[in-house]
């Protein structure tokens, strides 16, 4: 079991670095999202129709995940091992979100108005009249709480669940990124649908955010961050993406700021394009050091106590 789920975690690693993503006509999380569609608009009861979505969509999705890859060990382990990593790899992106926030902080300095348009993939503000130092704010802060959503929180899921069995793991992964699908569609003020799925993600994130926190001091060689980071943490509305945003913006000594919401680290300036893409190098060693430790904590279920 334990290189069977060392194996699927460096099969989703490898398939990040040299694909980015699945094709969208077959990605996994793509085809939750048109399941997602249909419940995003007004509902007569919409806090308990938002419940029910909440509860049952990510746990039919997990349960999918898991019964596909029962199936795959049931011909083999190699062929199990082969189907959970490329599951996984469907749940993470590391390696895209990287390339867009560099893509960004990049056209700060030469294509204003392509960087505008990159960061929209990144963020939900209004990005019209931000000035090239809010947008590579905006970039870091995206690659930092993406950090999080997009790359620990499956790899997390994925890693305890695995101690259960291969299935489990793959099916917790799925449900982890399942979750954060429903509350990035639909986990808005304007859209009381979603009151549920916001909530489900605070509660799902928050070991996740804090760990990535943890990674991203690691990979800038500076662990006495996370005291510092930890003043500006709780600024944002969200209880748990300041973790990682502010632990970045401290390592970098910059300030991020989303106006009429949150600021981090106030007395600083804002990211210079240097300094933002050293942001991103950071981001990408603490990716990359999530992985190893997923790799190692589910590695770990195949030793006997």
């Known amino acids: 079991m334990g290189l069977t789920a060392m194996g699927a975690v460096s099969l989703s690693l490898t398939g990040d670095l040299l694909l980015e993503e699945p094709p969208e006509r077959v990605h996994p999380v793509a085809l939750f999202g048109r399941l997602v569609i249909p419940f995003d608009r007004k509902w007569r009861c919409p806090k308990l129709v938002g419940t029910l979505v ?19 060990l049931e011909v083999g382990p190699m062929v199990g091992a082969i189907l959970a990593g490329f599951v996984l790899f469907s749940t993470v992106s590391l390696r895209m979100l990287v390339s867009v926030a560099r893509e960004v902080i990049d056209g ?23 000035s090239a130092g809010e947008l590579r704010s905006a970039a870091v802060e995206s690659a930092a709480e993406n950090l999080a959503d997009g790359v620990v929180a499956p790899l997390t899921a994925f890693a ?35 009151w549920a799925s916001a909530r489900l993600d605070d509660i799902v994130m ?13 990979a800038a060689g500076d662990p006495g961050v996370l005291l510092r980071a930890r003043e500006w943490a709780a600024a944002p509305p969200s209880p748990n993406s300041g973790w990682p945003m502010a632990t970045l913006a ?15 680290n106030p007395d600083a300036a804002l990211p210079t394009a240097s300094e933002a893409r050293r942001g991103t190098w950071i981001v990408a060693g603490a990716g990359l050091l999530a992985f190893l430790l997923a790799g190692v904590v589910a590695g770990l279920s195949g030793v006997s106590p």
Do not use: F
């Not at 990510?58 to 999918?64: D, E, K, S, T, V």
């Not at 700060?108 to 931000?130: F, K, M, Q």
């Not at 401290?250 to 981090?264: P, Q, S």
């Open 54 to 72: 909440a509860l049952t969509l990510p746990l039919g999705a997990g349960l999918l995940g898991a019964a596909v890859t029962a199936a795959a």
């Open 250 to 264: 401290a390592v970098l000594d910059v300030r991020l700021a989303k106006a009429e919401t949150y600021v981090l």
């Open 160 to 194: 305890l669940g695995v101690h259960v069995s291969l299935a489990v793991g793959v099916g917790a992964a799925v449900w982890v990124k399942a979750v954060n699908t429903l509350d990035s569609m639909l986990g808005y003020q304007s859209k009381p649908v979603g």
């Open 206 to 218: 928050w070991l996740p955010a804090r760990i990535s926190a943890v990674c991203l001091a690691v």
């Open 108 to 130: 700060t300095g030469t294509d204003s108005a392509g960087a505008r348009e990159s960061v929209s993939a990144l963020v939900g503000r209004e990005t019209d009249s931000l």
